[in-house]
């Protein structure tokens, strides 16, 4: 997926063409984030050179799209709250100990245990938060790079690195250097929802836009797309830290 850095902020974008635009048109979505709309037969000017003359807009316009998303859902950090671990349901099972300096966080079948020290209170939700999101960035690790490289020879692509981050707005995005950054967050989903994801970035690098021959790319080796976009849109705002 392109990326543009305006004002020191790397702002992800995608180019759409459109049969009913009548003009250039830049549109943000919470589902889709920033597009730049063109109508049919037309490239020029760049994506480029139309966000860097609106940057003022575009990034008032990503501000207020990242509060919005971050209304939608808010964490609470508290005891039976739900966090979703490779599309399964576990409660948030906060435990006191009695000795110990650090936070442990482990996965059982139920529940997702935070063991806190004596010197870190039950309500403490900022160190809560930094721990689970530290577990789910260890697990993304330690699997989205492999599964991510396994299918890319597989489908017989070249990827440099694959960089694990947590985006609010991207489940992943993909450079011409053949970099592919994948989300955390996306340890949150099933195994088939992460392989829809590797597989989207992986076609991009055979087009880097979302055209019908993009996506048609994306069916032949991910049959059920169509279905996991779906799936996305719907659990979207239950997927965050």
Not at 28 to 33: C, F, I, R, S
Not at 92 to 114: A, E, W
Not at 117 to 125: A, E, F, G, L, Q
Not at 138 to 146: E, F, G, S, V
Request: charged share 25%; aromatic share 10%; hydrophobic share 35%.
């Amino acid at each position: 997926m392109p990326q543009i850095e305006l004002n020191g902020q790397t702002i992800n974008y995608n180019i759409r063409e459109s049969n009913r635009a009548k003009r250039i048109s830049m549109r943000v979505d919470v589902n889709k984030g920033l597009e730049v709309v063109y109508p049919k037969g037309i490239n020029q000017p760049s994506p480029e050179d139309i966000l860097t003359q609106n940057k003022a807009w575009v990034l008032e316009m990503i501000d207020k799209l990242e509060t919005r998303l971050a209304s939608r859902f808010q964490r609470q950090y508290q005891q039976g709250e739900i966090f979703r671990y490779l599309g399964d349901d576990h409660n948030l099972n906060i435990i006191s100990k009695t000795r110990g300096q650090r936070i442990s966080v482990n996965l059982t079948d139920t529940t997702l245990d935070v063991s806190l020290p004596p010197n870190i209170r039950s309500n403490d939700t900022e160190a809560i938060q930094i721990a689970i999101e530290k577990f789910y960035r260890k697990q993304a690790k330690d699997y989205l790079p492999a599964r991510t490289y396994e299918i890319a020879s597989q489908l017989g692509y070249e990827v440099n690195r694959v960089m694990i981050k947590n985006q609010k707005t991207r489940w992943g995005s993909c450079s011409t250097n053949k970099n592919i950054n994948l989300n955390l967050r996306l340890m949150m989903t099933p195994h088939n929802a992460i392989d829809y994801i590797i597989i989207h970035e992986l076609c991009h690098l055979t087009h880097m836009n979302h055209s019908k021959a993009f996506w048609n790319l994306v069916g032949r080796y991910c049959p059920s797309y169509k279905a996991w976009r779906k799936w996305f849109k719907q659990n979207n705002q239950y997927l965050v830290l």
